[in-house]
């Protein structure tokens, strides 16, 4: 019986314990492509590629990021079609300058180039691990549902947006949790 209550008190307490690798520089590859505001008349630069020091693989996203002429951003993104239903995130290794960036995921109520649910994160010069829950995502425009469709996700990117500067965002690994 006491084993029944145990049991039954930590499946209360329990956590989605499993993980889904998107990529991990690896044996786990997703298809990425780096894309910036020149898409729409901006002036924003983009660089993204593989890179490594000593035994850590990583993605670099850099570039200049530039508001004028209507722009404002560079991205690397993957498609990604998933049900994402039996998980709580999106969890990520990062580092980079002390700046905001953005994880962008597309679902099918994104209908427009601009449609997107939005997160941010901070970055700084050492290596972290931060999970980002989907109820942290919000909708970038009205018309959109307010919850993110977790069943039914297209792309996941990262994106250096809004302001000018210098972006350099490393990533190291990307998963589900």
């Given amino acids: 019986m ?6 039954l008190l930590l ?11 998107i990529d991990n520089l690896d044996d786990k590859r997703a298809d990425w492509n780096a894309i910036s505001d020149n898409v729409m008349g ?35 993104v993957a498609r990604f079609p998933f049900n994402a239903e039996d998980y709580t995130g ?16 597309r679902t099918p109520a994104s209908r427009f180039p601009w449609d997107r649910y939005i997160a941010s994160f901070k970055s700084n010069e050492n290596w972290s691990v931060i999970e980002i829950p989907f109820t942290d995502f919000k909708k970038s425009n009205f018309y959109m ?12 990117a990262f994106a250096a947006y809004g302001k000018d500067f210098q972006a350099q965002l490393d990533i190291a690994q990307i998963e589900l949790y």
């Fill in 145 to 156: 549902p307010t919850r993110l469709n977790k069943s039914k996700l297209r792309t996941i």
């Fill in 42 to 76: 901006g002036i924003s630069e983009v660089n993204f590629y593989q890179a490594e020091e000593g035994d850590e693989k990583f993605y670099r996203l850099e570039g200049s990021v530039s508001t004028a002429n209507n722009g404002g951003f560079i991205q690397s």
């Fill in 11 to 21: 499946s209360l307490f329990a956590v989605n314990s499993y993980t889904m690798i």
């Fill in 90 to 105: 999106i969890r990520i290794k990062i580092r980079g300058t002390n700046d905001d960036y953005y994880v962008w995921i």
């Fill in 2 to 7: 006491k084993k029944l209550y145990l049991s």
